[in-house]
């Protein structure tokens, strides 16, 4: 997956200063990275063969997209399920007032905090899936194609 350096830069500098206030705590059962994205419980992901990203996406969502196998865990019950992906960032581009609109082709998974529109929410897009980030970091889904799958309901929301 190919990131422009200055969105990389922003990605990378938003990851720690959310680690900084505690929003992607490490569980005591050791996943790679918790976020708070299903109604109820946060999700721990715990990456297996990976040949991509996680990358976060403003302060409040994160896109798990490359060639990746991870398993994604209910931080309350212990319910898993696994997911692969194999989606790029197609393109990402300027938006209105500050903001950025992203187009990755799937399948990606797309995370979004309880501050975002329809969040929280963890969900597998199959197809292609155009998201905006504006400029205080709240991530909008703009549009999707193909049957979205509700990763909160699999592991039991």
Known sequence: MSLTTPIRQAATSVAAAALAVGAAALPANAQDVVFPGCPGFDVGITFGDSH???EQIGPRAVLLAGTSTFTLDNETTGATTTVRTAGALV???PGPNGSTINTVAGPNVLILFPTDPGGPST???PGRLVFSQSADGVTTIISSSGASRDLCAALGA
């Open 123 to 125: 969900t597998l897009y």
């Open 52 to 54: 991509g990203n996680p």
């Open 91 to 93: 393109s990402s581009k």
